[in-house]
């Protein structure tokens, strides 16, 4: 199917593209979430501000935490020496998105604008803390990603607002694992698991955790986290942070003919055992 019609501009500055959007534009970046719904006409934009020349936008720097501009690639923050020591979850996530001409092309801002349940990048930001930057034609704000994924495809940005970029604290003190459940086909996870461990010796003085695809938007997971802090990751420990990962999502499961919700749900608690594992070992 092709997409309705729609006016096309690129903007060579932010101040240009929040003057161009209008009411009923999108933004463009790499566009490999937004073309696609256009084609199924889910999406059906009048205008679309192209973004993607924006040199402000892209890049990755490291000072104190992380710094990621909105249109950076997948590959570009899987192949970034600097995530991969400040966080190492979100590399790992960003390296298993779609196949590898998705990640050549799709970004990190794009991704989270659209906010599909079943992408990786979004369950790590919501375990490691990250904060999502806005711009709107009333000036700057930032969110805590916890608080940016409101419900299926749904954000907390509003008509006319462009994510700038993406902050993070440095986690290179803790240990940090995404690990999923890919569906064969898509690759898209049907269950999705992020954990950031800060280890004191043997003993796990804090844990993070958020779980996607088995829910309609990314999770943080207190109960799971609760049970892990103050445990030595022990079989005892796991099993009850299994139990309450269960519990966490209950309210925001999602499922199909294929992965019904209670099936997800159960093998939430088995990716939270091998999310740990692989961040503790």
């Not at 161009?20 to 534009?25: A, C, K, N, Q, R």
């Not at 104190?64 to 991969?84: F, P, R, Y």
């Not at 704000?141 to 902050?167: K, N, Y």
């Not at 005892?236 to 999602?254: F, G, P, Q, S, Y």
């Amino acid at each position: 199917m092709w997409p309705n019609k729609f006016d096309y501009q690129r903007a060579e500055s932010i101040d240009q593209a929040l003057e161009l959007i209008g009411d009923e534009g999108k933004f463009l970046a790499g566009g490999h979430s937004l073309l696609p719904v256009m084609k199924l006409r889910l999406s059906a934009p009048e205008q679309l501000v192209d973004i993607g020349r924006i040199d402000s936008l892209r890049g990755i720097s490291a000072n104190g935490g992380l710094s990621i501009g909105a249109t950076t690639t997948h590959a570009e923050i899987a192949a970034s020496g600097d995530v991969q020591s400040m966080c190492a979850a979100l590399a790992s996530a960003c390296g298993q998105v779609g196949d590898q001409a998705v990640r050549n092309f799709g970004t990190i801002g794009g991704n989270i604008a659209h906010a599909d349940p079943a992408s990786d990048p979004p369950t790590v930001l919501v375990a490691c803390g990250a904060t999502i930057n806005i711009q709107g034609a009333d000036g700057a704000r930032s969110v805590a990603a916890q608080d940016f994924f409101a419900d299926l495809f749904e954000t907390d940005l509003e008509d006319g607002e462009l994510i700038t970029g993406i902050s993070l604290p440095n986690c290179s003190d803790c240990q940090c694992a995404y690990v999923k459940f890919p569906h064969p086909a898509s690759r898209y996870a049907i269950v999705g698991v992020a954990v950031c461990l800060k280890m004191d010796g043997d003993t796990c003085a804090q844990a993070d955790v958020a779980v996607g695809g088995a829910t309609v938007k990314a999770v943080k997971c207190a109960g799971a986290e609760a049970a892990l802090a103050g445990s030595t990751l022990d079989d005892t420990a796991l099993n009850a942070a299994a139990d309450m990962v269960k519990a966490d999502i209950e309210e925001w499961l999602a499922g199909d003919v294929a992965y019904p919700e209670a099936y997800r749900q159960q093998m939430a608690g088995v990716y939270l055992k091998r999310a740990v594992k692989a961040a503790a070992g």
